[in-house]
């Protein structure tokens, strides 16, 4: 069955770099929506970054524009990375990889609502 892993989390100070990795399995994950997601306590999760494998299509919301980069890696699994550079406070938060089925068209790409697999989750800290 389907299974996401994400690794690559941690501390980092202000403008700081970090590099998240999802590592997917069960799937050729050849055309997926998949990307990257937050929550922070007491808040609704919220879509990072996004992209279909098949055409590598992408979303970004607002707030990461210009510092995230999602992309797709095919070695002998399939992983999707998110690098975060210029880190801010507000970055801070568990940060969660997830696919929809494949083939599936979304409404959304940045909608959580439409993701049906998730990983455990990485924490993210941004603090000096």
């Known amino acids: 069955h389907l299974q996401l892993m994400e690794s690559g989390g941690g501390s980092v100070q202000p403008g700081g770099s ?12 050849t055309s997926h929506w998949m990307g990257w997601f937050r929550q922070v306590p007491g808040k609704k999760r919220a879509g990072v970054a996004v992209m279909f494998t098949g055409a590598d299509t992408k979303y970004y919301s607002g707030s990461v524009k210009g510092r995230f980069t999602v992309s ?47 990983g455990q989750g990485t924490q993210v800290t941004v603090s000096s």
């Open 18 to 29: 970090l590099r998240l990795s999802c590592t997917a399995a069960g799937d050729t994950f």
């Open 72 to 118: 797709q890696h095919k070695d002998q699994n399939f992983s999707l990375a998110l690098q975060m550079n210029s880190l801010k406070p507000e970055d801070s938060a568990m940060y969660y990889c997830a696919t929809a089925s494949y083939g599936t068209a979304l409404f959304e790409p940045l909608d959580p609502d439409e993701y049906a697999f998730w």
